[in-house]
């Protein structure tokens, strides 16, 4: 069984920082991506962050600058560093673990999402 946790989210004024903590328990032997992405008023689903196992980065074009995701292999953590906050980041921040393997290597099955953590950034 697989379980993924948001910690870090809240509210924070313009120009202010949060930091956002995901991890991923269970019996895995890995895990290909773990991203971040977040829910806003009126928008679809965005990718804001992503950290593959091999430690490539990839961020969406809005927070490219002002954000810095790191991750842990050995805890299956990662930690997203929000800086120069916008009111238009506030929405609902979702985790996601992609490419998780078992201790036989095999792909497990599964949809691997965190039950969100509200951020709220005001002006």
């Known amino acids: 069984q697989v379980q993924v946790v948001e910690s870090g989210g809240g509210s924070a004024q313009a120009g202010g920082s949060l930091t956002l903590l995901c991890t991923v328990f269970?019996?895995?032997?890995?895990?290909?991506?773990i991203v971040w992405y977040r829910q806003t008023p009126g928008k679809y689903r965005e990718l804001v962050a992503a950290?593959?196992?091999?430690?490539?980065?990839d961020y969406g074009d809005f927070v490219k600058g002002r954000a810095t995701i790191s991750r842990d292999n050995g805890k299956n953590m990662v930690v997203l560093q929000m800086n120069s906050l916008k009111p238009e980041d506030t929405g609902v921040y979702y985790c996601?673990?992609?490419?998780?393997?078992?201790?036989?290597?095999?792909?497990?099955?599964?949809?691997?999402w965190g039950q969100g953590t509200q951020v709220t950034v005001s002006s």
């Open positions: 996601n673990a992609a490419g998780v393997r078992d201790y036989s290597g095999a792909y497990m099955m599964g949809d691997y």
């Open positions: 269970g019996t895995t032997f890995s895990i290909d991506d």
């Open positions: 950290a593959t196992s091999r430690g490539d980065l």
